[in-house]
């Protein structure tokens, strides 16, 4: 295959015709050939850039090295030693800020398009029964993950490698935490992707315990004083969904995007057959403009209705990854930006019937460097529709915190712990991920997971 070392080698995709009326995966991946070729074009840097980019530090390119050679398994082993998610990470992680942000073919063209060779990899892994290395044997310590999401699994990975007993604790009947619940199918498969990434960790020793939920079925004093854990990681995520307050909020068919996500994958309401008590509205208005946002406005028109963004923003500043934005406007959602809403409209029966709009423009930047939305008197109109979703971002729930005496907690109620190793002010539990930092993205809570399951060794090796 010919490659033009400055463009990289195109991905396959569903049309956008087709995939908006299924949920079957968006990108088709790269074939062998495909991905072999891909990697020709990686300079093998002395001094990887694209590493420091790597929230889990993978050794990027020695794995495409291998893939280069045709050597897809070994790898998978490579990729492995840092991260229990690969598969996942190949298809979610915000590669262009990250890894292939620092690449330094980006500077004169392309940069090595990092993500889908580690996807093809993982995906080639499962496909031939290749499973991460375990420990030989245990160190007669325990501990104790709470979480089945990324920033968990990853602690409890990296622990197990390490020799550790490690048992997670689940609220809901399902592992996976937001990588189960909160990402749609056709972004992330959840029989094929997730549902194997967590027998692989499983395969490391991890036991995962559903159902429990932590501050209710048990507490983390009684896991330690009672249940003999030695430690305590705390990944419980972010799952406490944020509203605007604005009149009408209350009305039937409001949903926060996290409901509306957690019923359609958990409830399969995009497969046939299912009875899945969830709105399939006609016309539906998804209030914000994140990946979430994205991720609810494209599952709504897979379920037959048309779909409109509302962010109070411009394009500019719309924070979801420009590849999902791109892909949304594909597949027909419609952006209406630079406008926020005032009120929801409510019919006599209590329902949505509509939402009231005022538009923006842009003052000076914000705290956050982005320019302030500024209202413009005299500019309301209304927006006929029979759904809203709110999808403006999550807090973590306090139950936890509530629930563990000497937990330090911060006013936005995260849990206060080290950026570097994600002590907290309770002796031998440690956090991370959504927990402490509020929702971010899948890649970041295993970087945190990564850096407790490294506390949590440094602490009970000591001892």
């Given amino acids: 295959m010919e490659v033009n070392v400055l463009v990289r080698v195109p991905v396959r995709e569903q049309d956008p015709k087709v995939r908006a009326t299924n949920f079957e995966e968006v990108c088709l991946g790269y074939n062998e050939e495909e991905a072999m070729a891909e990697a020709t074009r990686c300079l093998n840097c002395k001094n990887a850039q694209c590493v420091k980019g790597c929230p889990v530090s993978i050794n990027i390119p020695g794995f495409i090295e291998k893939v280069k050679d045709g050597k897809f398994d070994e790898a998978y082993q490579i990729?492995?030693?840092?991260?229990?998610?690969?598969?996942?990470?190949?298809?979610?992680?915000?590669?262009?800020?990250?890894?292939?942000?620092?690449?330094?073919?980006?500077?004169?063209?392309?940069?090595?398009?990092?993500?889908?060779?580690?996807?093809?990899v993982a995906d080639k892994a499962r496909e031939n029964g290749i499973k991460p290395k375990k420990a030989e044997k245990l160190n007669g310590k325990k501990v104790a993950v709470i979480g089945s999401g990324p920033a968990g699994l990853t602690c409890a990975g990296d622990l197990a490698k390490l020799g550790y007993d490690v048992t997670i604790f689940e609220a809901l009947h399902q592992a996976g935490g937001v990588l189960s619940y909160g990402i749609p199918e056709f972004r992330l498969p959840k029989d094929k992707v997730v549902a194997a990434e967590v027998e692989n960790v499983k395969s490391l020793g991890v036991k995962i315990e559903t159902n429990v939920v932590i501050g209710k079925s048990t507490k983390i004093d009684e896991l330690m004083?009672?249940?003999?854990?030695?430690?305590?990681?705390?990944?419980?995520?972010?799952?406490?969904?944020?509203?605007?307050?604005?009149?009408?909020?209350?009305?039937?068919?409001?949903?926060?995007?996290?409901?509306?996500?957690?019923?359609?994958?958990?409830?399969?309401?995009?497969?046939?057959?299912?009875?899945?008590?969830?709105?399939?509205?006609?016309?539906?208005?998804?209030?914000?403009?994140?990946?979430?946002?994205?991720?609810?406005?494209?599952?709504?028109?897979?379920?037959?209705?048309?779909?409109?963004?509302?962010?109070?923003?411009?394009?500019?500043?719309?924070?979801?990854?420009?590849?999902?934005?791109?892909?949304?406007?594909?597949?027909?959602?419609?952006?209406?930006?630079?406008?926020?809403?005032?009120?929801?409209?409510?019919?006599?029966?209590?329902?949505?019937?509509?939402?009231?709009?005022?538009?923006m423009e842009l003052g000076e930047p914000d705290e956050s460097g982005r320019r302030s939305p500024i209202e413009i008197p005299g500019s309301e109109y209304e927006i006929e529709c029979d759904t809203v979703i709110m999808s403006l971002g999550t807090s973590p729930n306090p139950l936890i915190s509530s629930t563990t005496p000497g937990l330090e907690i911060n006013r936005r109620k995260c849990i206060v712990a080290d950026d570097e190793n994600g002590a907290t002010s309770k002796a031998a539990v440690f956090a991370g991920g959504d927990a402490v930092t509020g929702a971010a993205t899948v890649i970041l809570a295993m970087g945190a997971g990564k850096a407790a399951a490294k506390g949590i060794d440094e602490l009970l090796s000591a001892k």
């Fill in 79 to 120: 990729i492995s030693e840092s991260s229990a998610l690969p598969a996942v990470c190949g298809r979610v992680c915000p590669q262009e800020s990250q890894c292939e942000g620092k690449c330094i073919r980006g500077f004169k063209g392309d940069p090595v398009s990092i993500g889908k060779l580690e996807r093809f």
């Fill in 225 to 359: 004083a009672q249940e003999g854990f030695d430690a305590v990681f705390i990944g419980s995520g972010a799952g406490l969904p944020r509203f605007m307050n604005i009149p009408g909020e209350q009305a039937n068919g409001v949903f926060s995007a996290n409901e509306f996500l957690t019923r359609n994958n958990l409830m399969k309401a995009f497969k046939e057959g299912y009875e899945t008590p969830i709105s399939r509205g006609k016309k539906v208005v998804v209030v914000g403009g994140g990946n979430v946002a994205m991720d609810a406005a494209r599952t709504a028109l897979r379920l037959g209705a048309e779909t409109h963004i509302v962010y109070r923003r411009s394009e500019e500043e719309l924070p979801a990854r420009a590849e999902e934005v791109h892909h949304a406007k594909e597949e027909g959602v419609i952006f209406d930006l630079l406008q926020n809403p005032t009120e929801i409209l409510v019919d006599e029966n209590g329902w949505v019937k509509g939402i009231r709009i005022i538009k």
